[in-house]
Nanobody, 124 residues
Framework: QLQASGGGLVQAGGSLRLACAAS????????MAWFRQAPGKEREFVAA????????YYADSVKGRFAISGDKAKNTVYLQMNSLKPEDTAVYFC???????????????????WGQGTQVTVSS
């Protein structure tokens, strides 16, 4: 089970940190990712981390502003979001999959587990 938290309302230029706590499994050989979905739009990739090795991947739209990280002791993945823009407004979902081929890491269909999402709203 994945439990996302940390969303909220913030002004443009502000910061938020999302957390995704995993229970029921150890993330030792998993890929973890954040996706987001705005009203009327498809779910889009934001960032991913390979739990084994720690490699990270980002969408071009958030590169340099967002950072994904993991705390193995807490079995939790974080998404630090800085310099937020109104276009970052969306429901953010945490997703997980057993480590798989790298070419599919940015695609939501390649993930097996996801949480309920947390709302992020950025006002201008």
């Amino acid at each position: 089970q994945l439990q996302a938290s940390g969303g909220g309302l913030v002004q443009a230029g502000g910061s938020l940190r999302l957390a995704c706590a995993a229970s029921g499994r150890t993330l030792g050989n998993y890929d973890m990712a954040w996706f987001r979905q705005a009203p009327g739009k498809e779910r889009e990739f934001v960032a991913a981390i390979r739990w084994s090795g720690g490699s990270t991947y980002y969408a071009d739209s958030v590169k340099g502003r967002f950072a994904i990280s993991g705390d193995k002791a807490k079995n939790t993945v974080y998404l630090q979001m800085n310099s937020l823009k109104p276009e970052d407004t969306a429901v953010y979902f945490c997703e997980a999959r057993i480590r798989n081929i790298l070419t599919t890491i940015r695609f939501a269909y390649a993930y097996d587990y996801w949480g309920q999402g947390t709302q992020v709203t950025v006002s201008s």
